[in-house]
């Protein structure tokens, strides 16, 4: 039994673009070696370096929490950055269970989840599960806000995923979404909109879609779109947004910078904000869906 870390950097693709592959490759090499002690600091061994990330195990779920806030509150103290470019940020995700060992490689599904986890996070977070937050010590568990069940992609059962709010500044709505999530629904509609268009997902109503396709509840025309992107249900008393995209779906909620990352996966959508379908927002974005709960 062990706790295993999986901690990617985000968007190193672009990293390598910019700087070339040896100057990219060198400052990646020593990063992750600054981060591997600070993970041994904690208990953790580090069983690989996977080119842009590391794969931790530690002998329990208290020690590999601590060095994950750890390591996340040292990168947002001192921003670390390649070539003149954005500070660094790290997505983690955070499994325990049974691990088999071959020829100093890990495998199982603990592995599997945490590597999942990694690719759902978004920069700057930590996410884990329902498991690893019961194990945890009372102290430890406060600053783990539910996002509700969710499908990790080759799982068969909903995980119960959890982020770790170390941020002491972590936006209102953020913290809250646990809470919301258990409380019932009493959603009047779900709005959606995108330039020029309304349209709204009702209780036990029709499926909503998004996509480039034209027959697409909401019509998208965008490359990084795929015909059917995304689709809005309700179900269970809430409404559920699934990506059935090839490249995603990156959701925000009210104001909060960092954002939930959907791959094949799916989540609740609760209060309002924003859906990014392709890719993350900003100046040049992937287009954007904004969303609203009415009441």
Not at 78 to 106: F, K, N, Y
Request: net charge negative; with cysteine.
């Amino acid at each position: 039994m062990a706790t295993v870390v999986f901690a990617d950097l985000v968007g190193s693709t672009g990293l390598f673009e910019r700087l070339g592959d040896e100057t990219a490759g060198h400052f990646v090499t020593k990063l992750t070696g600054a981060l591997a002690k600070t993970f041994e600091q904690h208990r953790g061994r580090v069983v690989k370096l996977l080119g842009d990330g590391l794969l931790v195990v530690f002998p329990a779920e208290g020690d590999a929490i601590a060095a994950c806030i750890a390591i996340q509150q040292r990168l947002r103290e001192e921003p670390v950055r390649a070539g003149g470019g954005t500070a660094v940020q790290l997505q983690m995700g955070v499994e325990s269970g049974e691990v088999v060992e071959i020829d100093g490689d890990c495998y199982g599904d603990a592995v599997n989840s945490a590597a999942r986890l990694a690719d759902l996070a978004g920069g700057e977070q930590i996410l884990t599960t329902q498991h690893v937050r019961d194990a945890l010590p009372p102290g430890q568990r406060a600053p783990l806000r539910s996002l509700g069940p969710m499908y990790l992609r080759g799982k068969s059962e909903a995980t119960e995923v959890f982020r770790v709010e170390w941020q002491d500044d972590a936006d209102a709505d953020a913290t809250v979404m646990g809470a919301s999530l258990f409380t019932g629904s009493h959603a009047g509609w779900l709005e959606l909109s995108a330039p020029g268009q309304v349209v709204r997902a009702l209780p036990r109503g029709e499926k909503v879609t998004l996509g480039r396709s034209t027959t697409a509840s909401l019509a998208i025309h965008d490359a990084r779109v795929s015909r059917v992107h995304a689709t809005v249900e309700w179900r269970g008393g809430h409404f559920v947004l699934s990506d059935t995209s090839s490249f995603g779906s990156w959701v925000y909620f009210g104001d909060q910078p960092e954002p939930l990352v959907l791959r094949r996966t799916e989540c609740y959508l609760v209060g309002h904000g924003q859906i990014s379908l392709g890719g993350e927002r900003g100046p040049g974005s992937a287009p954007a869906v904004q969303f609203a709960v009415r009441a």
